[in-house]
T-cell receptor, first 113, second 107 residues
């Protein structure tokens, strides 16, 4: 399996809801990433996990809470989001946190109402 | 800040025409540079990385340290090359993308 999968594909949530995004890879990669991508803009890094430990947090608001339960799974827990958080959320993985190729998932399209 | 710059937002060419997508970087050391591509309704994927010096789908990119550039080139564009192209660099354990350029290849 050489793909990164993400669920759900689409998510609509209210500002008081709690939801989670899920990302999975079975390539044995030890680094996993969350990016946020607004329309017509490049992906912006949010979090990096290396060997299941959070190594980089790009000053992301606490309403976004990442979790790496094991080496294959990465979650992003969402709570009390704002409409401006509506975006495509991309997960990626790579062999390590050096300049390896990053493999991207298809993304979750999040709409906050 | 160490970044990559893609000065153009859109390039539109006819099929068979040469293509050059520009990327400039600001980094005093040895940069780690990449080109990623996003076709319509497909996921972002790696196209080229400068250390591999290979040609993928007819595209090449040469690192020019004198001009601090890493332009993506293809001698004869195909319609299936239409996509969004991002130049990216690896600095401080992070992949940072340029703003991207849309390539449109007309029949």
């Amino acid at each position: 399996d050489t793909e990164v999968t993400q669920t759900p594909k689409h998510l609509v949530m209210g500002m008081t809801n709690k939801k989670s995004l899920k990302c999975e890879q079975h390539m044995g990669h030890r680094a996993m990433y969350w990016y946020k991508q607004k329309a017509k803009k490049p992906p912006e890094l949010m979090f990096v996990y290396s060997y299941e430990k959070l190594s980089i947090n790009e000053s992301v608001p606490s309403r976004f809470s990442p979790e790496c339960p094991n080496s294959s799974l990465l979650n992003l827990h969402l709570h009390a989001l704002q409409p401006e958080d509506s975006a495509l959320y991309l997960c990626a993985s790579s062999e390590g946190t050096s300049f390896y190729e990053q493999y991207f998932g298809p993304g979750t399209r999040l709409t906050v109402t | 800040a160490q970044r990559v710059t893609q000065p153009e937002k859109l390039l539109s060419v006819f099929k068979g025409a040469p293509v050059e997508l520009k990327c400039n970087y600001s980094y005093s050391g040895s940069p780690e540079l990449f080109w990623y591509v996003q076709y319509s309704r497909q996921r972002l994927q790696l196209l080229l990385r400068h250390i591999s010096r290979e040609s993928i789908k007819g595209f090449t990119a040469d690192l020019n340290k004198g001009e601090t550039s890493f332009h993506l080139k293809k001698p004869f564009a195909q319609e299936e090359d239409s996509a969004m192209y991002y130049c990216a660099n690896w600095v401080n354990s992070k992949l940072t993308f340029g703003k991207g350029i849309t390539l449109s290849v007309r029949p």
